[in-house]
Structure formats: C-alpha cells, structure tokens
C-alpha cells in the first residue's frame, strides 16, 4: 500500500517571503499526488494534482508542485506568500484501484507580517 | 451553488445519544467518501460508495452506518455516541470513469463534539 510523509509539522514564513512543503511517498510506480490546503475552520481545497506528464504543475492561489520520481518527492512552492496563505497543507496519493486517498499528517503554515 | 455540502456544520451531543450527518454533491460524481479527522488534524477514510454500491469500509466501528440513498448523497448514522468520535468529520466526492480518479472534493466538515 501506498504512504506518504510530509517531515515538516510546521513552518513559519514571513509574508512575501517563499514557502517550500516537502512530501515524500512511498509506492512501486507512479502514484497520482495531490497538494491540499485547509484554511481554520474549513474544509479541504485542491491546490494542484499531479497524474503523468510535465513535472512541475501549477495549481490555484500560486502554487506550484514539482514531481521527481527519483526523489519520490512531490514538494509544493509558492514564490512569495501571503498572510492569507496561514492554513494546513495536505499531500495525498492515490493508487492502484482502491479508491483510497492516502493523506500525509500535514504542514501548518504560519506567516509572519 | 455549493458542491459539496454538510450538515450540520456543529454537532453537540451527549454520550450514548445517536446522531445522523448527510451530504450532498452536485457535481454529478458517482463516487462519495467519509473522513474523520482528529485533534491532530489526521485524515482517515472511513466508507466509500461508489454507485450506491460500498467499495470501502475501514476498521470502524459497528456503531458507524453510512448509507447512499442515492448517487447524490451519503449519509452518516452514529449511534450509541462516546466520547472518542469527537471530530470532524468530512465528507467528499470524486468520479470515477473506467478506475478511480483519486480527485476528490471535499465538503466543509462537520464538528461533532461529544460531552
């Protein structure tokens, strides 16, 4: 079965600054990779997915994630954040045929004025 | 026009009461999911129903019934409430053509709290 690690339980970032989350998965092929955010109190929104094709895939709000399958490493970049920006971040993976997303534990993202 | 929608979005309730979240999508997926996220913030899949049909059924308790009276809608039923299954609890959806997509949407939560 699939797995995924985000080693960062938390980062702080000062506003403008950039923001890099790593995530790591574990799976035998390509697995489909997805970045979420959730804001306080609210539910998850998809930042970006990741299925075959060009590594670097652009997402909502900014962000960007990079692909590198020798690595495993599916990490999200945003250039320059924003207050609003203060949400956790999720990875998931997806594969096989089992319907299941496996979600990493989760980033918190704090952003300093 | 909401895709994904909960309610109730605040759940308080006594130990040993039973209670019933429900969703709803219209987003016209076929495929419709259950998490539960703890203190932590873990996510963890609970049921999945694909077409009405159960294609996934974690370790969960015997207390936790959902039920998909239809492609648009899956509802949790929770009985003999403890304290442990305080959380949100979310529900998502996603379609699935030819094999699962993985894509999911998620809707806003529901926080059942638990006294």
């Known amino acids: 079965a699939q797995s995924v690690t985000q080693p960062d339980i938390h980062i702080t970032v000062s506003e403008g600054a950039s923001l890099e989350l790593r995530c790591n998965y574990s799976?035998?092929?390509?697995?489909?990779l997805f970045w979420y955010v959730q804001s306080p109190g609210q539910g998850l929104q998809l930042l970006l997915k990741?299925?075959?094709?060009?590594?670097l895939v652009q997402g909502i709000k900014g962000f960007e994630a990079e692909f590198k399958r020798s690595q495993s490493s599916f990490n999200l970049r945003k250039p320059s954040v924003h207050w609003s920006d203060a949400a956790e971040y999720f990875c998931a993976v997806g594969a096989g045929y089992d319907y299941k997303l496996s979600f990493g534990a989760g980033t918190t993202v704090t952003v300093r004025a | 026009d909401t895709a994904v929608s909960q309610t109730p979005k605040y759940l308080v309730t006594q130990m040993g009461n039973d209670k019933s979240i429900k969703c709803e999508q219209n987003?016209?997926?076929?495929?419709m999911y259950w998490y539960k996220q703890d203190s932590k913030k873990f996510l963890k899949i609970m049921f999945s129903?694909?077409?009405?049909?159960?294609?996934i059924n974690e370790t969960v308790p015997n207390r936790f019934s959902p039920k998909s009276p239809d492609k648009a809608h899956l509802n949790l039923h929770i009985n003999s409430l403890e304290l442990g299954d305080s959380a949100v609890y979310f529900c998502?959806?996603?379609?699935?053509?030819?094999?699962?997509?993985?894509?999911?949407?998620f809707g806003p939560g529901t926080r059942l709290t638990v006294t």
């Open positions: 998502a959806s996603s379609q699935a053509v030819g094999g699962p997509t993985y894509e999911q949407y």
């Open positions: 799976y035998g092929a390509t697995p489909y």
């Open positions: 129903y694909n077409n009405k049909e159960l294609i």
């Open positions: 987003l016209g997926h076929d495929t």
């Open positions: 990741y299925f075959s094709g060009d590594t």
